[in-house]
Nanobody, 122 residues
């Protein structure tokens, strides 16, 4: 099992960059696939990016491909989401998640953080 805490959210302007971080507890962090999801008011939580336990494979939603980069450092028990060329449509609460496999479906993830707010103004 693992506990997750997100940080790095904030208010930025369109075109800016922002880096989100997720700090994990537990010795088993390196055995989990990790994902980032986001949820805007009135919408369902949607997939953003995922990374395999080793960091060798990544997956991105079409809406963020080429702009966002997911990475992990198993030695430091952290996962990051580097966001560039931010758009107002990226505004949402961003959640870090841990699961047994790298998937896009949110129900495949067992552990979730509390979320961090990202607001992009025009």
């Amino acid at each position: 099992q693992v506990q997750l805490v997100e940080s790095g959210g904030g208010l930025v302007q369109a075109g800016d960059s922002l880096r989100l971080s997720c700090a994990a507890s537990g010795r088993a962090f390196s055995s989990y696939a990790m994902g980032w999801f986001r949820q805007a008011p009135g919408n369902e939580r949607e997939f953003v990016a995922a990374i395999s336990w080793s960091g060798g494979r990544t997956d991105y939603a079409d809406s963020v491909k080429g702009r966002f980069t997911i990475s992990r450092d198993n030695a430091k028990n952290t996962v990051h989401l580097q966001m560039s060329s931010l758009k107002p449509e990226d505004t949402a609460v961003y959640y870090c998640a841990a699961g047994s496999a790298m998937r896009r479906q949110k129900y495949t993830y067992d552990y979730w953080g509390q979320g961090t707010q990202v607001t992009v103004s025009s």
